[in-house]
Structures are given as structure tokens and as C-alpha cells.
């Protein structure tokens, strides 16, 4: 029986992107060491380019826990949906800023401009993961640009990674297109990564490795398309109805039974997503550094 209701276990297939629960797949290792050789060669701007639920973010959380291993200062911010003239203040709030250079009264655009200056002097990059640039305000990525294309001192040791979705990259600005060093596109998972994904959630979590049979595997390939986000929460939820039903394992029909319920519970939207992401965007640019 399929019995494990403990509370302190962590949840075998998360939603939330975490480095505990990425799933390294070649391609996906790949990723990661594209991303790692940017700052290790000082390169000043990478972009992941992905559809949406390929695991972009989850990509991105994993990447900037392993270069602050590496001695790199890091900072994540998601710019979608931000207005202009808040994400600069969202990102120092996220550098380890001192509480006098915090509060000193000076341009938002100046301490940042600091921070990275004294990080240079330190030898440490200073790596920008923007996550959403596509999404974001205009004058981000103005900023983004300054930032890669600056031969100041200060901006040497300064690495920009961009997210962005396939449909919406055309709206992320040339120079940071065609400045990218590294262009990573995130696949569709095969059958191979789903049965990869499967073992490693239920390894992490002490549950039999032959839990999901094979046809369950391609049967939820099958249902989600290859899309990341799709097998997690099919995953997840197969094994909550394995509990319920004190199921042994979980085969194919689990898989379908469970599939008809998200479908019903999360109907498909993306006509309406990709809508947005096509709609023109005229913005007024505020320049933060002049």
C-alpha cells in the first residue's frame, strides 16, 4: 500500500522551483554549466528562453544556488507585471547592502552602481537574474542593457541572466539579445526525463523506486505534452490518489483518472495568455542612471 502521510516529509513532486527538487537531466546539467561558465569567463549576459511550465524559474533558482556557491553575489528578481520605476528598489532590497550604504541619501541607481564598484574591487561577480525580462518594464531592460554593454570598471565582473518565454522573447531589447552569450532553450521532456523526474522525487523522499510503472510514465508523458510543470502536478496527484485508494502502484489509468480532474479543476488558457504576450507595449522610458 501507498501510505505515507507524514507531515514532515517533504512533498515528493513540489510546485515550488527549489534546488532539492530540480530534476538534472542532461539537458538541464547542460544548462547549468552554460550558466556557471558566463560568470567563470566574465561573460556579461546569458538569456534561457522557454515556453511556459518548462521550468524557467526552477532553471534559474538552481543556477544562482550554485554560482553563490562559487563566490558570486546573487540576486534574483521577477520583473513580470512590475510598473516602472519599482524593480531597481526591489533589487537592492536583495543585495547585502551594509545599513549605511542602505540608508544613504542617494539616487537608487548610485548604490547600486557602488555595490557592484566594490564587488569589482573584492574580485566577486555580481551576477542579475532577471527572471521574466520580456514581461518586465521597459526601463529594466534599458537598465539591463547599460549594465552589459558599459566599459566601465565597475560593470566588469557583472553578469545579466534573462528569462523569457518563447512567444514573448521578440519583446526583449536587441542589445541584450544579441549580446547573450549563452542562449539556453529549455526542451520538451521525453520519456526518458519523465521516468528520471519519477525516480528522483521518490528516491528524495524514501518511496519504492517502481512505484509508477512504465506505462504510467508514458501515459503522463503522453498528457502533458513534455511540458515540466504538467508531469509535477500529474505526478503529485497520482500519488495523492494512491494514498486515498491504498494503491500498490500506480499504472496508467491512475494517470488518466487524475489527468480528467486537473483538466477540469485548470481548463486551458493560453489562448489568452499568448494574447497578452502579443499585445503591443509603447511605454514612456525613465532613465535611471543620467
Request: with cysteine; aromatic share 4%.
Amino acid at each position: 500500500m501507498v501510505r505515507h502521510n507524514d507531515p514532515s516529509r517533504p512533498a515528493t513532486f513540489a510546485d515550488r522551483p527549489e534546488p532539492t527538487t530540480f530534476y538534472r537531466g542532461p539537458a538541464q546539467e547542460e544548462a547549468l554549466a552554460r550558466l556557471e561558465w558566463l560568470v567563470e569567463q566574465r561573460q556579461r549576459c546569458g538569456l534561457v528562453v522557454a515556453g511556459a511550465g518548462m521550468g524557467k524559474s526552477h532553471l534559474a533558482v538552481t543556477a544562482a544556488r550554485r554560482l553563490g556557491g562559487l563566490g558570486a553575489e546573487v540576486v534574483m528578481l521577477s520583473l513580470a507585471g512590475l510598473p516602472e520605476g519599482e524593480w531597481l528598489e526591489l533589487l537592492l532590497d536583495r543585495l547585502s547592502l551594509d545599513p549605511e550604504s542602505r540608508a544613504e541619501p542617494i539616487r537608487s541607481w548610485l548604490k547600486l552602481e557602488n555595490r557592484l564598484r566594490e564587488n569589482t574591487l573584492l574580485g566577486r561577480p555580481t551576477v542579475l537574474v532577471l527572471e521574466d525580462l520580456d514581461r518586465g518594464p521597459v526601463d529594466a531592460q534599458e537598465a539591463a542593457a547599460r549594465l552589459i554593454t558599459a566599459a566601465e570598471p565597475r560593470f566588469a565582473t557583472v553578469t545579466v541572466i534573462a528569462t523569457a518565454r518563447t512567444d514573448g522573447v521578440r519583446h526583449v531589447a536587441d542589445e541584450l539579445r544579441s549580446r547573450a552569450a549563452v542562449r539556453v532553450e529549455l526542451p520538451l521532456w521525453n520519456e526518458a526525463d519523465v521516468v528520471g523526474y519519477l525516480q528522483a522525487g521518490l528516491e528524495r523522499t524514501g518511496r519504492p523506486g517502481d512505484l509508477f510503472t512504465p506505462t504510467a510514465a508514458a501515459t503522463m508523458l503522453r498528457f502533458a505534452r513534455g511540458v515540466p510543470q504538467v508531469v509535477g502536478r500529474l505526478a503529485e496527484l497520482a500519488l495523492a490518489a494512491a494514498e486515498v485508494e491504498d494503491l500498490e502502484q500506480i499504472d496508467s489509468a491512475t494517470i488518466e483518472s487524475v489527468w480528467r480532474e486537473l483538466a477540469a479543476a485548470e481548463p486551458d488558457r493560453r489562448g489568452s495568455a499568448e494574447d497578452a504576450d502579443t499585445a503591443p507595449r509603447f511605454r514612456a522610458v525613465r532613465r535611471l542612471w543620467s
